[in-house]
T-cell receptor, first 111, second 114 residues
Framework: GQQLNQSPQSMFIQEGEDVSMNCTSSSIFNTWLWYKQDPGEGPVLLIALYKAGELTSNGRLTAQFGITRKDSFLNISASIPSDVGIYFCAGQSWGGGKLIFGQGTELSVKP | KAGVTQTPRYLIKTRGQQVTLSCSPISGHRSVSWYQQTPGQGLQFLFEYFSETQRNKGNFPGRFSGRQFSNSRSEMNVSTLELGDSALYLC?????????????FGPGTRLTVT
């Protein structure tokens, strides 16, 4: 199935460090969404981006919609243990509906 | 406001059987999408319903089907189950269907086919 290229696949960091992950696509998207998934649960929406170049923050999280409309990144500042989980990017074409997901970035935070 | 609910949370079925999964969207949300999540393929789109009509469909065989009721609740059905259908099935609802919409996921139904 179709997937976005998300990197890195996994990260092991120390508490307090900043984290950066990104997604790239060969297709243009109208919307970029970032989700976090904990074991045994569904993905939780973190940030939604709707315009090329848009930079949006949600607490310690910051995400940007790439100018080319083919990429997006997510930064987490001053990581804490509860940031542990799998982060997914998702792109959506004009018209809404179907989301195309990245493979996920598994984040581990050492206290 | 209550989130997306899915029932059952866990299910074990035998090859060849069929299964029906249920999803209740967030109150006021009219669009419901279904996704399959497996370790190998990740999150893959199954189909989307809006106003009781299937609007989009992913690349899954015809054994996978769904429907939406007038109260926006949705069900998906998988017939003639195969071992490879073992997965976490996620339902997501969104408030509107425009050029861009945020989707909110339920906790999923973990289906195991033996």
């Amino acid at each position: 199935g179709q997937q976005l290229n998300q990197s890195p696949q996994s990260m092991f960091i120390q508490e307090g460090e900043d984290v950066s992950m990104n997604c790239t696509s060969s297709s243009i998207f109208n919307t970029w969404l970032w989700y976090k998934q904990d074991p045994g649960e569904g993905p939780v929406l973190l940030i939604a981006l709707y315009k090329a170049g848009e930079l949006t923050s949600n607490g310690r999280l910051t995400a940007q919609f790439g100018i080319t409309r083919k990429d997006s990144f997510l930064n987490i500042s001053a990581s804490i243990p509860s940031d542990v989980g799998i982060y997914f990017c998702a792109g959506q074409s004009w018209g809404g509906g179907k989301l195309i997901f990245g493979q996920g970035t598994e984040l581990s935070v050492k206290p | 406001k209550a989130g997306v609910t899915q029932t059952p949370r866990y299910l074990i079925k035998t090859r060849g059987q069929q299964v029906t999964l249920s999803c209740s969207p967030i109150s006021g949300h009219r669009s419901v999408s279904w996704y399959q999540q497996t370790p190998g393929q990740g999150l893959q789109f199954l189909f989307e319903y809006f106003s009781e009509t299937q609007r989009n469909k992913g690349n899954f065989p015809g054994r996978f089907s769904g429907r939406q009721f007038s109260n926006s609740r949705s069900e998906m059905n998988v017939s003639t189950l195969e071992l490879g259908d073992s997965a976490l099935y996620l339902c997501a609802s969104s408030p509107i269907l425009t050029g861009a919409d945020e989707q909110y996921f339920g906790p999923g139904t973990r289906l195991t086919v033996t």
